[in-house]
Structure formats: C-alpha cells, structure tokens
C-alpha cells in the first residue's frame, strides 16, 4: 500500500510539472521508417528520421533494435541520407541507399552493401540517375533495382560534356508534371536493373523502352523478376489498366502473368511456394470517386487474377491522414505470406483506426488479428516474428510485436526523453446523426488542462483527400492548438474513407455539399455539449479540406474566422492546371465547358460575395496538385476586391505536401500562422503582422 501510494505521488508530481507541447517540438521529433526483419526474426532495421534545424532539413540513418522486448535501438549507419534497407537472405548483409552530398548538393542515390559483422559500407552502384528501389535475389548474388538512367548516360557522365544543356520544357501530353516531382521527362522511364550483389560489378538493364517498370519482385525460386506496367501512351485517356509481368533476370521479353483484373496494380507479393502472386490494386469499372483497394492473386503460371477482399467493405493496406508519418524515408508495407502459403497477413481500416488481420487465399474470409484504436502504418513477418510500426494520438510512431493472439509488446520508445515532459491526452470520440440519418464519426482534442464549466474556442478540422480519414494516429498540429487553449473538432464527413464504399461514393458529383453539412452538424454537437463558446469558431483545412473551409465560409457567417489550405477555389481552373487530369467521369461527369453550370456551382468563388469571414490563405508556391491560382489566389484577389479581411501567406519552394513533409521551419511557421490568425479573430489577440500598410 505505501509503495503504491509513493508511486502515484511521483505520478502525479510528475504530471505536475509537465509542459504543453510546443510548434518548435517538431524540431525534437524522431520517425521511424520501413521496418524490416531480418530472416532469421531476431533484428529490425529501419530508417531513423531526426531535423537539423540548422540546416533545415532532415536527416536519415539505418539503425537496428532486437525484435524481442529489452533491446535498445542502436546506430548502424552515419546518414545523413540513408533509407530503403534490406536484409540479404543469409542475413549477413544489408543493402541500403545513400544519397551523397557534393558542393551542397545531393548527388544520386546508390546502393551500399554493409556487413553485419562490421566494417565500412560498400558501394556496388555509381548510377548517372538515382536508384529508386532495391530487392535482393532469393540466393543473394544479386540485387534488382529500378531507376531512370540510359544505357547513354555513363558516356556522358565520362565525356563530362560542357555543352549548353537546355532547360526548356516541351510539353505534348496533358499529365507533364508532379507534385513535388517536378515537371516530367517524357524521354525517361522507370527501368529495371540487376546487379552482381559486389563491387565494381557492371549494372545489367533489363527493361527498356517508353513505359515504367515497377515494383520489381523476385520470385521464390529466383527465376523471375515481377513487375507492373501499364504498357499505353497518356493513359488518362482509358480507365486504369495495369498489367503484371515477369522478365528473366538473364533479360529477355516480358511474359504477362495477370489478366482479366483491369485497375491497378501494386505491392507485388510471390508466395514462399511459388504457386501464387498477390497485389493490391484497384478495379478501374464502374469509373467511381472512391475505389476501394482489394488484395488480389493469380496463379504464377498465368491466368484470372482472383479479388480475395471483393466482399470486405472497408479499405485494405491503406492507412490514415496526419501529419506525422515520417517525413523521408517511408515505404509501404506488402501483404505478407504465411510460411505455409495459405493465408496473407494484411492491414485493414475501419472507422478511423487501423489493424492486422489473416485472409485465407482460398476462401477470401477475413480474420482480425489485432484490435484497438491505432494506426498500423507498416507490418514485417520473418520466421514466426511479426513487427509492426504504431501510430496513436499520443504515440508519433513506434515499433511493437505481435504474437499469434494478437497481442503487441512495445519494442521502442524512440521519443520517450522528449515526451516524458509533455502533456499529451487523448481525444474524444463523438458520433453524430447527420441531417439524413447518416453517423459521422469525429473526435475532439481538448486542452490539457481542460475545464468542462469554461467557454473554449473552437477550432473546426477538416481532412484532405477528400477520400482520406482522420483517426487514431498522432497529429502535432491537434495537439499544439489544443495547447494553445482551443477544442479542435476534426470530423469524417461523407467521402471519408474507413467506413465503406457506399459512405466513400455517396459525394460523387456532389462535392462539396452534404459533407459541408455533416461537418455543421458535428459543430452543433460540440457546441451542445457546454464547454464551446458558439461566438469563436474557427474552420481549416487543407486540399479537400481547403476546398470544404471555402466552401463552408459562402454558406455560412457561423465561423469568425477561417484558414484556407492549399486548396480550390474554381473547380473549372483547377481541371486545366493540377498535376492528374478529371479526364474520366470521377468528380465531374463532363469537361468544364460542357457543363459549366455544374462547375461553377460547386465552386467557392462563384459565391465569393457571401464571404464575410476573415480569411487566411496558405499556398505552397511549388504546388502542382492544387495550383495556387485554382485556390487562394482566386479568393485573396476577388476578397479584396470586396473590402473582406484577407491575408495570404505564400511558402517558396513547398510543395502541397507542406504541412507533412515541408521543410522543417516552413511547417512551423505555418502552425505559427492559422494560430495566430485565430488568435487576432477568436480571442481578440492583438496582433499587427496581418494589418501592416492596409488602408483604415
């Protein structure tokens, strides 16, 4: 009794002087990515992820920790830009990229060999283009990569040509840029490469041609490398329709495995027996918002590819939005195989929360291994030890084990100094009835200190995607406006992924509109509950959640005050400028100038003189999903234009991935900005940054 009653002491002296997380945390965060076990199950490598803040950016190393519980992490390459590593099949070697800097530049990635037993990595690659991706063959004398270079390439880079080398852009094809890509090679494809696992070893190029090869994959027996291709030029043109291929890793012509699965096709999985090949993918009819992705086999002899999920609802080996998966280094997960071949282990999501779970290749019956509220963001299986990486909203993301019940063993505490001072809490789940009966399901972060008898602020969230899903994973940016002193409510409006095809589809051709309302009617709920004050509601969002804070803003005067993130304003401007094309029926049923009715009505700015709340916009200038001038530009303009409050706030170089994986000091200062904009508008903060050089 008195040791317990110490205990709880500590306990509470501890929770005592714990602090409030801060924006400038992020600078603190370490990220683990790309788990993988080792063959015999006893280690894990995986990719360590830390910021240098004076050097704005960030940094990655290999590092290993045992698979069984006890073990400390320790370092196992000196970075700074190391990722994707891969075991050799004896377990002795691992196989990993570096990219090298040269007069502050990074050069392209190569592949570097270390010995587990110790010594200096080696380098077996010196490619002109970087290595995109790595396997090893099953007897590990060879490594398949894929990458971009040309045969023509090494007698440039020997003939070190000063010839002027143009940086003109001739553009013929609707798709000719990425976001954070940057524009398109039409002269360059993704090829497949194989390699003698030594040094000085001459790379050999398999593939060839103006199609991309991807996901190379060796089979069992080390006989075929497996791949996916769609084999048309501008395929925007047709429903999707990638096929699976093998190519001999002597070379040779491809031979096409899969038929009859149109849609697309990823994360190539051989089973140990040589008998089946798994892949998720997606099938391209009917032509839909949502597609859910299935997992599918086909003999490796050949023939129909088999749908094992077709009558599981839900999304299988997709993950949840935040804003903290790790910001470099991440790769996704493959169904695993079972040792016996019968049985894949996968992730599934449902209801905002992600899990393992056993399909049995023969019947396609679906069996949870692993409940709970998280996010299961990668899985590794080596014999008879799973690992998995885990997200929740206290937890940035460890690594945990998991026996045959289910059951998970923590494995590391990779942010334990950092967090043992911070007071985290978890969210609420609410559910609310939609005007049409539909549940929304939402949570509500409040602040640390909460005090339900006090009138909070309130701070409305809103997802990406739009098909994305909020949950139980960790996001900062909740965390820290909580802080602050606000309630954030963040939604899963309809179109929200995890909760089924029909709740996913149901905003075809109607977005945005009844998700607009399931976002009003989960304010009201809060509201409803005491603790809000309904004279300070702020809304945000980025992407789709950009797109529904515009929106959101013409229909109502609710909010006193809004931030609009990288998103669209004019649906019509957006088809012609973002970095995919709505060539197929998917949001739109027509082009712009065949329905300009239907454009203009879903679009903000065709009601842009309702707006009367003071509006932020932020724009990453290097974002080619969601152009600038489709967005915020449109709206800052026509705001002012009208005498409105509007501010917007530009980041050089940042792509639309900014609030993820932006340059470190660009995503604090954007947290520092919708804070500060609530602040001056919500709380009637006195703040002169937004008001300089305005007329009175």
């Not at 002269?187 to 000085?200: N, Q």
């Not at 329709?241 to 070379?251: F, I, K, T």
């Not at 692993?370 to 993301?397: E, F, K, Y």
Request: include cysteine.
């Amino acid at each position: 009794m008195k040791k317990t009653f110490i205990a709880m002491l500590l306990l509470c002296s501890v929770a005592a002087y714990a602090r409030n997380i801060t924006e400038k945390d992020l600078f603190k965060f370490t990220w683990i990515a790309d788990p993988q076990l080792s063959p015999d199950g006893s280690q894990i490598a995986f990719v360590r992820v830390t910021v240098d803040e004076k050097g704005e950016k960030y940094l990655t190393s290999i590092w290993s920790v045992p698979s069984t519980a006890g073990g400390q992490p320790r370092s196992i390459t000196n970075g700074p830009r190391d990722t994707a590593p891969r075991w050799s099949p004896d377990g002795k070697t691992l196989a990993f990229l570096r990219t090298n800097e040269k007069d502050g530049k990074p050069q392209s990635a190569q592949i570097e060999l270390l010995s587990m037993t110790g010594g200096e990595p080696r380098v077996i690659t010196s490619m002109p283009k970087s290595v995109e991706s790595i396997a090893w063959s099953p007897n590990g004398k060879q490594i398949a990569f894929t990458a971009t270079t040309k045969v023509e390439d090494f007698d440039k880079k020997k003939e070190k040509s000063e010839e002027h080398e143009s940086d003109v852009h001739v553009i013929n094809q609707a798709v000719y840029r990425a976001n954070g890509a940057g524009y398109n090679d039409p002269t360059r494809s993704t090829h497949i490469w194989v390699t003698d696992a030594v040094e000085d070893a001459k790379p050999k190029q398999l593939t060839s041609g103006d199609f991309d090869e991807e996901d190379a994959t060796w089979s069992a027996d080390g006989s075929r490398i497996y791949f996916a291709s769609t084999r048309v030029n501008e395929p925007y043109y047709d429903e999707r329709d990638a096929d699976l291929y093998y190519v001999s890793p002597n070379g040779g012509d491809f031979v096409k495995v899969a038929t009859g699965s149109k849609g697309s096709i990823g994360r190539i999985s051989p089973s140990p027996d040589g008998k089946w090949i798994a892949y998720t993918g997606t099938i391209s009819k009917p032509v839909l918002s949502y597609t859910q992705s299935d997992v599918f086999v086909v003999p490796s002899s050949g023939g129909e590819a088999r749908n094992l999920t077709d009558k599981f609802d839900n999304d299988v080996m997709a993950g949840l939005t935040g804003d903290q998966r790790a910001p470099r280094g991440s790769r996704q997960s493959k169904p695993t195989w079972s040792s016996d071949s019968k049985s894949l282990a996968i992730t599934t999501g449902e209801q905002g929360r992600t899990n393992l779970a056993w399909l049995d290749v023969t019947s396609g019956a679906l069996k949870p291994w692993t409940s709970g509220n998280r996010d299961v963001q990668n899985v590794a299986i080596a014999n008879g030890h799973t690992i998995v990486l885990i997200s929740t909203p206290t937890i940035v993301g460890d690594l945990y084990s998991v026996n045959d019940a289910g059951a998970i063993t923590r494995l590391t505490n990779i942010n334990e100094k950092l967090f043992s001072d911070i007071k985290l809490t978890e969210p609420e789940e609410i559910w609310t009835t939609s005007f049409d009966g539909k549940k929304i399901e939402s949570w509500v972060q409040k602040p640390p200190d909460f005090d339900p008898s006090k009138k909070y602020p309130l701070i409305l969230n809103i997802h990406g995607g739009p098909h994305a899903a909020y949950g139980y994973t960790f996001d900062h940016e909740f965390q820290w406006m909580a802080a602050k002193g606000y309630v954030v409510l963040y939604p899963n409006p309809r179109g929200s992924t995890t909760y089924g095809a029909e709740f996913g589809n149901v905003i075809q051709y109607k977005y945005p509109g009844d998700d607009y309302k399931d976002l009003m009617a989960a304010v009201d709920d809060v509201v409803k509950r005491g603790y809000v004050d309904p004279k300070k509601l702020g809304i945000t969002g980025g992407s789709g959640g950009g797109v529904l804070t515009n929106w959101a803003i013409t229909q109502t005067d609710r909010f006193a005050a809004a931030v609009s993130q990288r998103s669209i304003a004019d649906w019509a401007n957006f088809w012609y400028t973002a970095d995919f094309t709505l060539f197929q029926p998917t949001w739109f049923r027509k082009a712009p100038w065949q329905d300009r009715e239907d454009f203009a009505n879903r679009s903000a700015i065709t009601f842009i003189d309702r707006v009367h709340t003071p509006l932020m916009l932020i724009e990453g200038e290097a974002d080619y999903r969601t152009p600038p001038a489709s967005g915020g530009e449109m709206m800052f303009r026509a705001l002012k234009y009208l005498h409105r409050p509007a501010v917007m706030v530009r980041f050089p170089g940042e792509s639309h991935e900014l609030s993820r994986s932006g340059q470190p000091w660009h995503r604090i200062e954007r947290l520092e900005h919708i804070v500060a904009w609530f602040d001056k508008w919500l709380t009637g903060a006195k703040i002169d940054t937004y008001d300089k050089g305005l007329r009175e």
